[in-house]
């Protein structure tokens, strides 16, 4: 409140208003057929300078350092990203998370308009090490379970891997998958 920062009172709590992060790769769906766009407000404003529409893919509420939220006055300025406030006030977090000072998970909506590249994400372990390493690449030392949820009927998506051995079994076994072999 000091701030100036709007404080949403509800369900017993005090809750920061955030402005997310948008990611845009060529992957992502027009600004007027994307969720992000219309989640963020964007779905029908231009700027004036936009030579060329820029695809919405990915819509980030959390504090990564790639693209932190940021938090809103009631007028609707952004005063700063959340990473800033964790650090400042780590407490808002609760018992278990002020210590670390960061979220523990990164919120996304993507708006898909062509099919994705393959993602493998390591375990907390190697994310930590491989961040140790070469934080310029592993911008996170946190690991990134997953979960999907489809708020679109036409979702598909191929999630999930088999082991090796199954996929040498299913290849030498599916004359089609035989042929591409």
Known sequence: RELGIQIVEG?????????PFTQHYDWGKPRGASAVAALTGEDTVVSPTETKPKPFAELWMGDHPSGPSRILTPQGSQVECLASTLKRTPSILGQKLSEAAQLPFLLKVLSIHKALSIQAH?????????????PDVYKDPNHKP???IAVSSDFEALCGFRPVSQLVDLVEAIPELREMA
Not at 11 to 19: H, T, V, W
Not at 123 to 131: G, M, T, V
């Open 11 to 19: 369900l017993g709590i005090d809750m920061l208003m955030l402005k």
């Open 122 to 134: 390591p375990d907390r372990s190697l994310a930590a090490k491989l961040h140790a390493e070469r």
């Open 146 to 148: 997953e979960i999907a």
